[in-house]
């Protein structure tokens, strides 16, 4: 079964940092390019950060762009987002997503981890 | 940036609506438009993909039309498992969502 499973969400004060990860199976990781996607509450779909299948380019969202590093091990079959600097507007539901075969549509989502920044 | 404008933001229906969500671009897209389903507490999901091609395993009754700026979606006949949230998302320049449709049971 295709899939991806992400961890390492919980709270975390303003300023800090916090790592999610996203393990994926059933599919050949290295071939496929990978996105973070988060969602606050209540709030509608905001795109995170991109990484090609080989780790090379990545795109951020200008909202994240300096504080947050996107990362793959192909070898590990996992994804991750180092955040820092996190701010209150930072809390939301963070997804890892897949980029289909042949264009950028985001065909396998995992189930999503919470980020809650507040002190 | 490319902005998406969706519209409506919640539509009321009932079982068997033909029902139609409209999605703008702010510039030309081409064809590189993704429609996606979410339901509370959970993950989004693919429907539509390049504008009006089917997802494997979606339903036959979603379809997907428009090209340029202006798309839309179509659920021909409302299903009572069809009361969600619809996203439209650009992929032409790195990527964009809409606000969100909410499709509720009137």
């Known amino acids: 079964e295709v899939q991806l499973v992400e961890s390492g969400g919980g709270l975390v004060q303003p300023g800090g940092s916090l790592r999610l990860s996203c393990a994926a199976s059933g599919f050949i990781f290295s071939t496929y390019e990978m996105n973070w996607v988060r969602q606050a509450p209540g709030k509608g779909l905001e795109w995170v950060s991109y990484?090609?299948?080989?780790?090379?380019?990545?795109y951020y969202a200008d909202s994240v762009k300096g504080r947050f590093t996107i990362s793959r091990d192909n070898a590990k079959n996992s994804l991750y987002l180092q955040m820092n600097s996190l701010r209150a507007e930072d809390t939301a539901v963070y997804y890892c997503?897949?980029?289909?075969?042949?264009?950028?549509?985001?065909?396998?989502w995992g189930q999503g981890t919470m980020v809650t920044v507040s002190s | 940036d490319i902005q998406m404008t969706q519209s409506p933001s919640t539509l009321s229906a009932s079982v068997g609506d033909r029902v139609t969500i409209t999605c703008r671009a702010s510039?030309?897209?081409?064809?590189?438009l993704a429609w996606y389903q979410q339901k509370p507490g959970k993950a989004p999901n693919l429907l539509i993909y390049k504008a009006s091609s089917l997802e494997s395993g979606v339903p036959s009754r979603f379809s997907g039309s428009g090209s340029g700026t202006e798309f839309t979606l179509t659920i021909s006949s409302l299903q009572p498992d069809d009361f969600a949230s619809y996203y439209c998302q650009q992929y032409n320049s790195y990527w964009t969502f809409g606000q969100g449709t909410k499709v509720e049971i009137k």
């Open positions: 990484i090609r299948s080989s780790g090379s380019p990545i």
């Open positions: 997503a897949r980029g289909r075969e042949m264009d950028n549509a985001f065909d396998i």
């Open positions: 510039q030309s897209i081409s064809s590189w």
